[in-house]
């Protein structure tokens, strides 16, 4: 069974850092899949922040987190380093995998990917 585990989310003031983690387990059919963080905030669309594909490690990154946040993959751990955290970046984050395509889906269609964590939230104050 393919399950997912966010942690590592927490509040911080605004310039400062924090690190999530992903978990993965259940994934032992799959050599390559996508993984990506979103984000979502109470009365908003989930946003993508960030994706890795693990075939070949290509990242991907919105415009809003570019040069501030870094995705990796250790095993069947994801990481997203966060820095210079705004208050903007304020959300409940999850984790979510693609296992059944090549690449990574867009970071605008979060309905393209199979398995989701619970998520973890970040709270950055001003």
């Known amino acids: 069974q393919v399950q997912l585990a966010e942690s590592g989310g927490g509040s911080v003031q605004a310039g400062g850092s924090l690190t999530l983690s992903c978990t993965a387990s259940g994934f032992t059919d799959w050599n390559t899949y996508c993984m990506t963080w979103f984000r979502q905030v109470p009365g908003k669309e989930r946003e993508g922040v960030a994706s890795?594909?693990?075939?070949?490690?290509t990242q991907y990154y919105a415009d809003s987190v570019k040069g501030r946040f870094t995705i990796s993959q250790d095993g069947a751990d994801n990481t997203l380093q966060m820095k210079s955290l705004k208050p903007e970046d304020t959300a409940m984050y999850f984790c979510?995998?693609?296992?059944?395509?090549?690449?990574?889906?867009?970071?605008?269609?979060?309905?393209?990917?199979?398995?989701w964590g619970q998520g973890t939230q970040v709270t950055v104050s001003s």
């Open positions: 890795l594909w693990t075939g070949g490690g």
């Open positions: 979510a995998s693609d296992l059944y395509n090549p690449g990574c889906p867009d970071l605008e269609s979060p309905e393209q990917y199979d398995y």
